[in-house]
């Protein structure tokens, strides 16, 4: 069994249908779908990371896991994609990617809460640092000047979920899923001004 076939399991958001048939709808009016062919990442599969993936997960992996997303407690948090971008130089493998503005506080949040409670299981080796994006192919034919998005594409992080990777065509299998706390808003938080 070749390792890109083999079943890994890790922390992850997935972004709701109406999203991802917005963004599949935009990669085709940009060509983009068509550039890529079949290295587009199957969209059903759009994913936000919030850890490494283990390979050949054991059932004590996964019971383990389970506890740690039931563990976790963060709030919700909105990411606006703003642009598309591949590297300027031709890597091997080359990866496309949407990417979003900025590192929201909640996004750091939930991040830095993933990592401490994976750490806390002894699960340190999979805690990972990550910025917020959607990877659209992980083998590109060709590097991509970036393009910027117009209006901005905005998907709201409301659910954690564990999930299991494989299968032939390949896919996420979610295993768990823990809601987020509602987002909260910084200006409602602040003091009356005036």
């Not at 606006?80 to 890597?91: K, Q, S, T």
């Not at 992080?157 to 987020?180: A, K, S, T």
Request: charged fraction near 15%.
């Amino acid at each position: 069994m070749s390792r890109a076939a083999e079943p890994r399991m890790f922390f992850a958001c997935m972004p709701p249908p109406a999203v991802v048939d917005y963004i599949h709808v935009l990669l085709g009016r940009l060509g983009l779908v068509k550039r890529l062919g079949s290295a587009l990442f199957v969209p059903a599969n759009l994913h936000q990371s919030f850890s490494e993936r283990i390979f050949l997960p054991t059932d004590e992996d996964c019971a383990a896991l389970l506890q740690v997303g039931a563990a976790v407690s963060a709030s919700s948090c909105t990411l606006h994609f703003n642009r598309i971008v591949g590297p300027a130089r031709m890597p091997d493998p080359i990866h496309w990617t949407m990417r979003a503005r900025g590192v929201p506080p909640a996004f750091a949040a939930l991040l830095q809460e993933v990592q401490s409670r994976l750490v806390q299981a002894g699960f340190g080796h999979i805690a990972t640092g990550v910025t917020p994006h959607m990877t659209l192919s992980y083998r590109a034919p060709e590097p991509l000047d970036k393009i910027v998005l117009d209006p901005l594409i905005p998907w709201t992080i409301d659910e954690l979920c564990l999930v299991i990777g494989g299968g032939h065509p390949y896919r996420y299998d979610v295993i768990g899923r823990w809601p987020l706390l509602p987002e909260i808003d910084p200006l409602a938080t602040q003091p009356d001004l005036f």
